[in-house]
Protein backbone atom coordinates (compact mmCIF):
# COMPACT_ATOMS: atom_id res chain seq x y z
CA UNK A 1 0.00 0.00 0.00
CA UNK A 2 1.44 3.54 -0.93
CA UNK A 3 2.67 5.62 1.69
CA UNK A 4 1.00 8.68 0.53
CA UNK A 5 2.22 11.64 2.22
CA UNK A 6 -0.48 13.98 4.33
CA UNK A 7 -0.32 17.70 4.39
CA UNK A 8 0.85 20.00 1.58
CA UNK A 9 4.38 18.85 1.45
CA UNK A 10 5.20 16.41 -1.71
CA UNK A 11 7.52 13.62 -1.36
CA UNK A 12 10.89 14.34 -2.60
CA UNK A 13 13.77 12.89 -4.86
CA UNK A 14 15.36 13.73 -1.15
CA UNK A 15 13.06 11.24 0.37
CA UNK A 16 13.35 8.54 -2.11
CA UNK A 17 16.97 8.22 -1.46
CA UNK A 18 16.78 8.24 2.03
CA UNK A 19 14.27 4.97 1.85
CA UNK A 20 15.52 3.38 -0.59
CA UNK A 21 19.28 3.61 -0.02
CA UNK A 22 20.03 5.05 -3.28
CA UNK A 23 21.88 8.27 -3.75
CA UNK A 24 19.83 11.20 -5.53
CA UNK A 25 21.98 11.00 -8.27
CA UNK A 26 20.98 7.60 -8.77
CA UNK A 27 16.91 8.26 -8.00
CA UNK A 28 17.31 11.16 -11.02
CA UNK A 29 18.59 8.36 -13.01
CA UNK A 30 15.85 6.02 -12.44
CA UNK A 31 13.56 8.49 -13.95
CA UNK A 32 15.49 10.15 -16.22
CA UNK A 33 17.87 7.67 -17.92
CA UNK A 34 17.84 4.44 -16.56
CA UNK A 35 20.93 3.04 -18.69
CA UNK A 36 23.28 4.54 -15.92
CA UNK A 37 21.88 2.20 -13.02
CA UNK A 38 21.46 -1.47 -12.58
CA UNK A 39 17.90 -2.95 -13.28
CA UNK A 40 17.66 -4.14 -10.00
CA UNK A 41 18.40 -0.06 -8.50
CA UNK A 42 15.82 1.05 -10.95
CA UNK A 43 12.98 -1.57 -9.47
CA UNK A 44 13.82 -0.43 -6.24
CA UNK A 45 13.96 3.14 -6.41
CA UNK A 46 10.45 3.48 -8.49
CA UNK A 47 8.92 0.86 -5.84
CA UNK A 48 10.17 3.09 -3.26
CA UNK A 49 8.30 6.01 -5.09
CA UNK A 50 5.48 4.62 -5.65
CA UNK A 51 4.83 3.85 -1.94
CA UNK A 52 5.61 7.35 -1.05
CA UNK A 53 3.18 8.53 -3.13
CA UNK A 54 6.07 10.16 -5.58
CA UNK A 55 5.34 12.05 -8.93
CA UNK A 56 7.95 13.29 -10.75
CA UNK A 57 7.88 17.35 -11.52
CA UNK A 58 7.66 17.55 -15.47
CA UNK A 59 9.32 20.99 -15.65
CA UNK A 60 12.54 19.50 -13.35
CA UNK A 61 12.53 16.86 -15.42
CA UNK A 62 12.42 18.24 -18.81
CA UNK A 63 15.31 20.47 -17.40
CA UNK A 64 17.19 18.30 -16.21
CA UNK A 65 16.98 16.56 -20.40
CA UNK A 66 16.87 20.20 -21.59
CA UNK A 67 14.00 19.30 -23.30
CA UNK A 68 11.02 21.24 -23.05
CA UNK A 69 9.29 17.53 -24.78
CA UNK A 70 6.93 19.57 -26.62
CA UNK A 71 6.62 20.47 -30.29
CA UNK A 72 4.96 23.97 -31.32
CA UNK A 73 2.31 24.37 -34.20
CA UNK A 74 2.28 27.90 -34.81
CA UNK A 75 -0.91 29.34 -36.28
CA UNK A 76 -0.76 31.81 -38.92
CA UNK A 77 -3.73 33.50 -37.86
CA UNK A 78 -6.10 34.13 -34.94
CA UNK A 79 -7.78 30.77 -33.31
CA UNK A 80 -10.97 31.80 -34.32
CA UNK A 81 -10.03 31.46 -37.70
CA UNK A 82 -7.42 28.73 -38.06
CA UNK A 83 -9.36 26.48 -35.94
CA UNK A 84 -12.46 26.45 -37.67
CA UNK A 85 -11.00 24.90 -40.63
CA UNK A 86 -11.54 20.88 -41.12
CA UNK A 87 -7.93 21.58 -42.73
CA UNK A 88 -5.98 22.86 -40.49
CA UNK A 89 -7.17 19.96 -37.62
CA UNK A 90 -6.29 17.28 -39.99
CA UNK A 91 -2.85 18.47 -40.44
CA UNK A 92 -2.93 18.67 -36.33
CA UNK A 93 -4.00 15.23 -36.08
CA UNK A 94 -1.38 14.15 -38.18
CA UNK A 95 1.18 16.57 -36.20
CA UNK A 96 0.08 14.87 -33.22
CA UNK A 97 0.13 11.13 -33.97
CA UNK A 98 3.83 11.44 -33.99
CA UNK A 99 4.40 13.40 -31.08
CA UNK A 100 2.51 10.61 -29.18
CA UNK A 101 4.98 7.91 -30.87
CA UNK A 102 7.78 10.15 -29.40
CA UNK A 103 6.44 10.76 -26.12
CA UNK A 104 5.90 14.42 -26.59
CA UNK A 105 2.74 16.91 -26.38
CA UNK A 106 1.72 19.35 -29.03
CA UNK A 107 1.64 23.16 -27.94
CA UNK A 108 -0.65 25.13 -30.45
CA UNK A 109 0.75 28.64 -30.38
CA UNK A 110 -1.86 31.38 -31.90
CA UNK A 111 0.10 34.72 -32.12
CA UNK A 112 0.91 36.34 -29.07
CA UNK A 113 -0.77 40.21 -28.30
CA UNK A 114 -1.24 39.62 -32.76
CA UNK A 115 2.64 38.92 -32.58
CA UNK A 116 3.86 35.35 -33.80
CA UNK A 117 7.40 36.37 -32.67
CA UNK A 118 6.50 37.61 -29.29
CA UNK A 119 4.75 33.93 -29.11
CA UNK A 120 7.63 32.15 -30.87
CA UNK A 121 9.77 33.93 -27.91
CA UNK A 122 7.88 32.76 -25.18
CA UNK A 123 7.20 29.08 -26.43
CA UNK A 124 8.45 26.26 -24.15
CA UNK A 125 8.94 23.83 -27.11
CA UNK A 126 11.97 22.04 -28.84
CA UNK A 127 11.07 22.63 -32.16
CA UNK A 128 8.02 24.61 -34.44
CA UNK A 129 5.76 23.30 -37.43
CA UNK A 130 4.78 26.48 -39.69
CA UNK A 131 1.30 26.39 -41.61
CA UNK A 132 0.67 28.16 -44.54
CA UNK A 133 2.67 31.27 -43.95
CA UNK A 134 5.54 33.34 -44.44
CA UNK A 135 8.46 33.63 -41.66
CA UNK A 136 8.93 37.30 -40.99
CA UNK A 137 13.29 38.18 -40.59
CA UNK A 138 11.54 38.77 -36.84
CA UNK A 139 10.58 35.31 -36.34
CA UNK A 140 13.45 33.87 -38.10
CA UNK A 141 15.70 35.63 -36.07
CA UNK A 142 13.61 35.10 -32.46
CA UNK A 143 14.79 31.41 -33.80
CA UNK A 144 18.01 31.15 -34.55
CA UNK A 145 18.51 32.80 -31.17
CA UNK A 146 16.82 30.02 -29.38
CA UNK A 147 18.07 27.47 -31.85
CA UNK A 148 14.81 26.31 -32.93
CA UNK A 149 14.23 23.89 -35.68
CA UNK A 150 11.33 24.18 -37.68
CA UNK A 151 9.52 22.84 -40.44
CA UNK A 152 6.92 24.88 -43.08
CA UNK A 153 4.19 23.02 -44.16
CA UNK A 154 2.00 24.66 -47.04
CA UNK A 155 4.84 27.85 -47.10
CA UNK A 156 8.11 29.11 -49.06
CA UNK A 157 9.99 26.14 -49.91
CA UNK A 158 13.00 28.18 -49.16
CA UNK A 159 16.08 26.24 -49.88
CA UNK A 160 17.43 26.33 -45.82
CA UNK A 161 14.39 25.24 -44.24
CA UNK A 162 12.95 21.88 -44.10
CA UNK A 163 9.14 21.95 -45.98
CA UNK A 164 6.22 20.01 -46.99
CA UNK A 165 4.01 21.41 -49.77
CA UNK A 166 2.18 19.94 -52.66
CA UNK A 167 2.88 21.69 -56.48
CA UNK A 168 0.67 24.33 -55.60
CA UNK A 169 0.44 25.86 -59.15
CA UNK A 170 0.01 22.02 -60.74
CA UNK A 171 -2.76 21.92 -58.77
CA UNK A 172 -4.05 25.01 -59.25
CA UNK A 173 -4.45 24.17 -62.73
CA UNK A 174 -5.97 21.06 -62.92
CA UNK A 175 -8.63 22.16 -60.88
CA UNK A 176 -9.19 24.89 -62.98
CA UNK A 177 -8.88 23.11 -66.09
CA UNK A 178 -11.39 20.92 -65.26
CA UNK A 179 -14.04 23.90 -65.07
CA UNK A 180 -13.03 25.06 -68.39
CA UNK A 181 -13.50 21.78 -70.01
CA UNK A 182 -16.94 21.80 -68.53
CA UNK A 183 -18.04 24.74 -70.73
CA UNK A 184 -17.62 27.48 -67.95
CA UNK A 185 -16.58 30.81 -68.85
CA UNK A 186 -18.59 32.71 -66.48
CA UNK A 187 -16.23 32.03 -63.57
CA UNK A 188 -15.76 33.37 -59.49
CA UNK A 189 -12.33 32.44 -57.59
CA UNK A 190 -12.05 32.82 -54.14
CA UNK A 191 -8.74 32.56 -53.07
CA UNK A 192 -7.51 32.85 -49.27
CA UNK A 193 -7.09 35.77 -47.55
CA UNK A 194 -3.53 36.97 -46.80
CA UNK A 195 -2.46 35.79 -43.71
CA UNK A 196 -2.89 38.26 -40.76
CA UNK A 197 0.81 37.81 -39.38
CA UNK A 198 2.56 36.80 -43.09
CA UNK A 199 5.14 38.70 -44.30
CA UNK A 200 4.59 41.77 -47.04
CA UNK A 201 6.05 39.46 -49.88
CA UNK A 202 2.50 38.28 -50.70
CA UNK A 203 3.80 36.78 -54.44
CA UNK A 204 5.27 33.77 -52.44
CA UNK A 205 2.30 32.46 -50.67
CA UNK A 206 0.13 29.96 -51.19
CA UNK A 207 -2.41 31.78 -52.82
CA UNK A 208 -0.42 33.44 -55.37
CA UNK A 209 0.94 30.39 -56.55
CA UNK A 210 -2.48 29.36 -57.27
CA UNK A 211 -3.80 32.23 -59.14
CA UNK A 212 -0.46 30.92 -61.33
CA UNK A 213 -2.36 27.89 -61.81
CA UNK A 214 -5.24 29.42 -62.45
CA UNK A 215 -4.12 32.32 -64.92
CA UNK A 216 -2.46 28.94 -66.77
CA UNK A 217 -5.44 27.59 -67.26
CA UNK A 218 -7.60 30.64 -68.32
CA UNK A 219 -4.74 32.05 -70.55
CA UNK A 220 -5.06 28.81 -72.87
CA UNK A 221 -8.69 29.23 -73.85
CA UNK A 222 -7.87 33.59 -74.20
CA UNK A 223 -9.17 34.11 -71.16
CA UNK A 224 -7.54 36.35 -68.07
CA UNK A 225 -8.10 37.51 -64.66
CA UNK A 226 -9.84 41.04 -65.92
CA UNK A 227 -12.79 38.52 -67.38
CA UNK A 228 -13.07 36.47 -64.18
CA UNK A 229 -14.35 37.54 -60.75
CA UNK A 230 -11.84 37.37 -58.11
CA UNK A 231 -12.29 37.70 -54.44
CA UNK A 232 -11.16 36.56 -51.54
CA UNK A 233 -12.41 34.99 -47.89
CA UNK A 234 -11.40 33.72 -44.33
CA UNK A 235 -11.12 29.85 -44.54
CA UNK A 236 -14.30 29.37 -42.98
CA UNK A 237 -17.80 27.86 -43.39
CA UNK A 238 -19.43 31.11 -42.24
CA UNK A 239 -17.13 33.16 -44.80
CA UNK A 240 -17.80 31.03 -47.79
CA UNK A 241 -21.57 31.69 -46.66
CA UNK A 242 -21.11 34.96 -46.21
CA UNK A 243 -19.48 35.76 -50.18
CA UNK A 244 -21.65 33.61 -51.97
CA UNK A 245 -24.56 36.07 -50.08
CA UNK A 246 -23.07 38.53 -51.72
CA UNK A 247 -22.68 37.49 -55.37
CA UNK A 248 -26.86 36.50 -54.87
CA UNK A 249 -27.56 40.40 -53.61
CA UNK A 250 -25.56 42.21 -56.20
CA UNK A 251 -26.54 39.69 -58.93
CA UNK A 252 -23.48 38.74 -60.12
CA UNK A 253 -23.36 34.74 -59.46
CA UNK A 254 -21.35 33.10 -61.91
CA UNK A 255 -21.93 29.93 -63.85
CA UNK A 256 -19.20 28.43 -61.09
CA UNK A 257 -17.14 29.18 -58.31
CA UNK A 258 -13.56 28.06 -57.69
CA UNK A 259 -12.31 28.22 -54.36
CA UNK A 260 -9.28 27.37 -52.62
CA UNK A 261 -10.51 25.70 -49.61
CA UNK A 262 -13.44 23.17 -49.75
CA UNK A 263 -15.32 24.83 -46.11
CA UNK A 264 -15.90 27.92 -48.36
CA UNK A 265 -17.19 25.61 -50.70
CA UNK A 266 -19.06 24.02 -48.52
CA UNK A 267 -20.29 27.32 -47.02
CA UNK A 268 -21.17 28.92 -50.52
CA UNK A 269 -23.25 25.63 -51.18
CA UNK A 270 -24.98 26.33 -48.20
CA UNK A 271 -26.02 29.47 -49.03
CA UNK A 272 -26.53 29.18 -52.07
CA UNK A 273 -29.60 26.18 -51.21
CA UNK A 274 -30.79 28.23 -48.73
CA UNK A 275 -31.59 31.18 -51.32
CA UNK A 276 -32.80 28.35 -53.80
CA UNK A 277 -30.13 27.95 -56.07
CA UNK A 278 -29.52 24.84 -57.50
CA UNK A 279 -26.00 23.04 -57.48
CA UNK A 280 -25.18 21.95 -59.86
CA UNK A 281 -27.32 22.59 -62.11
CA UNK A 282 -27.71 26.97 -61.64
CA UNK A 283 -24.19 27.43 -60.24
CA UNK A 284 -21.21 24.77 -60.16
CA UNK A 285 -18.90 24.50 -57.21
CA UNK A 286 -15.52 23.45 -56.66
CA UNK A 287 -13.13 23.14 -53.44
CA UNK A 288 -9.87 22.62 -52.35
CA UNK A 289 -8.71 20.09 -49.41
CA UNK A 290 -11.24 17.04 -49.57
CA UNK A 291 -11.81 17.58 -45.99
CA UNK A 292 -14.35 14.30 -44.94
CA UNK A 293 -17.38 16.25 -45.42
CA UNK A 294 -16.41 16.76 -49.36
CA UNK A 295 -17.72 13.43 -50.04
CA UNK A 296 -20.48 13.27 -47.76
CA UNK A 297 -22.48 17.02 -48.72
CA UNK A 298 -25.09 17.24 -51.44
CA UNK A 299 -23.83 17.58 -54.06
CA UNK A 300 -20.81 15.81 -52.99
CA UNK A 301 -18.01 18.27 -53.56
CA UNK A 302 -15.27 18.51 -56.95
CA UNK A 303 -12.06 18.94 -55.10
CA UNK A 304 -8.19 18.83 -55.51
CA UNK A 305 -7.20 16.06 -52.76
CA UNK A 306 -3.88 17.05 -51.11
CA UNK A 307 -4.00 14.64 -48.09
CA UNK A 308 -3.55 17.17 -44.19
CA UNK A 309 -2.98 14.45 -42.13
CA UNK A 310 0.32 12.97 -44.24
CA UNK A 311 1.32 16.24 -44.46
CA UNK A 312 1.40 16.90 -40.89
CA UNK A 313 3.01 13.45 -40.27
CA UNK A 314 5.72 14.29 -42.89
CA UNK A 315 6.07 17.86 -41.06
CA UNK A 316 5.96 16.45 -37.46
CA UNK A 317 9.11 13.59 -38.76
CA UNK A 318 11.20 16.15 -40.45
CA UNK A 319 10.87 18.53 -37.52
CA UNK A 320 12.34 15.47 -35.19
CA UNK A 321 15.28 14.44 -37.54
CA UNK A 322 16.09 17.84 -36.86
CA UNK A 323 15.39 17.78 -33.25
CA UNK A 324 17.81 14.73 -33.08
CA UNK A 325 20.47 15.41 -35.52
CA UNK A 326 21.02 19.20 -35.36
CA UNK A 327 23.29 18.89 -38.41
CA UNK A 328 20.80 17.18 -41.15
CA UNK A 329 19.94 19.16 -44.00
CA UNK A 330 16.82 20.83 -44.87
CA UNK A 331 14.27 17.94 -46.67
CA UNK A 332 11.75 19.54 -48.80
CA UNK A 333 9.04 17.35 -49.50
CA UNK A 334 6.26 17.33 -52.07
CA UNK A 335 2.84 15.67 -51.82
CA UNK A 336 0.75 13.98 -54.24
CA UNK A 337 -2.26 15.92 -55.17
CA UNK A 338 -5.01 14.46 -57.14
CA UNK A 339 -8.56 16.24 -58.80
CA UNK A 340 -11.55 14.23 -57.87
CA UNK A 341 -14.17 14.47 -59.96
CA UNK A 342 -17.34 14.21 -58.02
CA UNK A 343 -21.35 15.99 -58.62
CA UNK A 344 -20.72 19.54 -57.83
CA UNK A 345 -19.26 20.07 -61.00
CA UNK A 346 -21.61 19.78 -63.95
CA UNK A 347 -21.31 20.51 -67.72
CA UNK A 348 -22.10 24.23 -69.07
CA UNK A 349 -24.32 25.56 -70.77
CA UNK A 350 -26.10 21.80 -69.43
CA UNK A 351 -27.56 19.94 -72.72
CA UNK A 352 -31.22 18.45 -72.13
Same mark, same amino acid.
Given at each position: ?????????????????????????????????????????????????? /?????????????????????????????????????????????????? %????????????? %??????????????????????????????????????????????????????????????????????????????????????????????? /????????????????????????????????????????? %????????????????????????????????????????????????????????????? %??????????????????????????????????????????
Amino acid at each position: MKEIKSGNKRPTIKDIARESGYSKTAVSFAFNDPSRISEKARLQILKTAE /RLGYIPDPMARNFSLQRHLSIGFLLPQMVQYSLYNPYTLEVIAGIGKVCE %KKGYTLTIIPPLH %KSLALAVRNAAVDGLITLGSQIEDEIISVMKTRLLPFVMIDGVNEKQTSSVNIAEEDAAYIQMRAVLEHGHRDIAIIGLASATFSSPDYSKSVSA /RRMGGYLKALQEVGLGFDQVMTTVSECTFEDGKAVARTMIE %KGTLPSCIVTMSDIVAIGCIAALHEAGIAVPQEVSVVGFDNIEQAATITPALTTIDQPAKE %KGEVGAKLLFKLIEDTNSEPVHQVIEHRLLMRSSLQHWPITP
